[in-house]
DNA sequence: GTCCATCTCAACCAAATGGTTTAGGACGGT
DNA sequence: ACCGTCCTAAACCATTTGGTTGAGATGGAC
């Protein structure tokens, strides 16, 4: 999991029943029980999950006498869309260039049998 | 890891060394060797970390001579996007929404001593 | 052909993960 | 004061993860 902030938050998200946890919590605070009666392992495992999320912070618990009401802290999700964006448009761009490389490459037919092999690198 | 898409995508990205792949493939195609060079690990190392990104679908590897070049299948990244972006939203409009009744009784200043309690959320 | 570079495969290891069970602590209601 | 509910703690276990080393394949260059 390697301690890092970025890599908790996707490690807690890269379970199904995380992010099912997440889900319900977006539609609002809900108690330890009332939780675990949806799924098939124990309450206990349930709350093993609770504590990865709480430990990404994305969750917190309160205090309501013997009752933990769990909440989504959702703003937590923004630095992990953040890093997606960034390098999914990184790539975009880079294609974008190399599709304008291509498209002068196209425009150059002027001399046809130059081996143009691999031009893998142009960062 | 638990074999789904999205699972295997968000375990993916939960490493350091998978996410600093991902930066620098999103730069442009490189190999094998050129990639292990940066880090501390051994070749074979960062052979294995390539192969969770191929199987979480982020890369894939082309075959030129004895090179791999490997190539950023930048695409991938958008299920996450919209996973993140939705579960943002539904915890942020139920957010507005708790924020229009606590504003209603506001306006219900009528009967004043009730206890208002922890209403620690407030953005 | 021989040699070198690039990459894969397999065995092995320590540590983390995801679950279990059992036990116990803290509150609220009666 | 007692009981039941809600939750946490701890010990244990199987599997996965992230790394190592060593030993091939495979293909290009000479």
Redesign the pocket.
Known sequence: ??TDQLSRTF?AL??P?RRDLVARLSLGDA????L?GSY??????V????T?LERAGLVT?GQA?????VHLEADLLDPLTDWLEHYRRQAEQRFQRLDAVLAELAADEAYPGTARRNDKEER
């Open positions: 999991m390697s490690a890269a379970d029943t108690t330890l029980g009332e675990a098939e392992m124990s309450l206990q495992a709350s093993k999950h609770l990865v618990r006498g013997t009752r933990r009401p």
